[in-house]
Nanobody, 126 residues
């Protein structure tokens, strides 16, 4: 059974950093594009970043470009989201998602992903 488990969320002051992890079980990440998404209270789920299954190609939402970095360690079956220079508007529940797509592209679009984790809360506040 395909399962994704996020971890690493928490409360951080503005300007701080967090690293989120998305651990996969029941399948190997090698053939999957992986995305990170977030949802703040009262708002729709939005795309943050994604990484392709081949070539490590990445895409980022304009709001996080230059501050967030997505990476994958297929040997550990885990994808990471390094978040730096965090802002209060980054506060949300962060989800990782997987979609079987063997290739060099990914799309930061929730509709493009079919398997989701349960989410981890990220709160940026002083």
């Amino acid at each position: 059974q395909l399962q994704l488990v996020e971890s690493g969320g928490g409360l951080v002051q503005p300007g701080g950093s967090l690293r989120l992890s998305c651990a996969a079980s029941g399948f190997t990440l090698d053939y999957y594009a992986i995305g990170w998404f977030r949802q703040a209270p009262g708002k729709e789920r939005e795309g943050v970043s994604c990484i392709s299954s081949r070539g490590g190609r990445t895409n980022y939402a304009s709001s996080v470009k230059g501050r967030f970095t997505i990476s994958r360690d297929n040997a550990k079956n885990t994808v990471y989201l390094q978040m730096n220079s965090l802002k209060p508007e980054d506060t949300a529940v962060y989800y990782c998602a997987a979609e079987a797509r063997l290739g060099y592209v990914c799309y930061v679009d929730p509709a493009d992903f079919g398997s989701w984790g349960q989410g981890t809360q990220v709160t940026i506040s002083s």
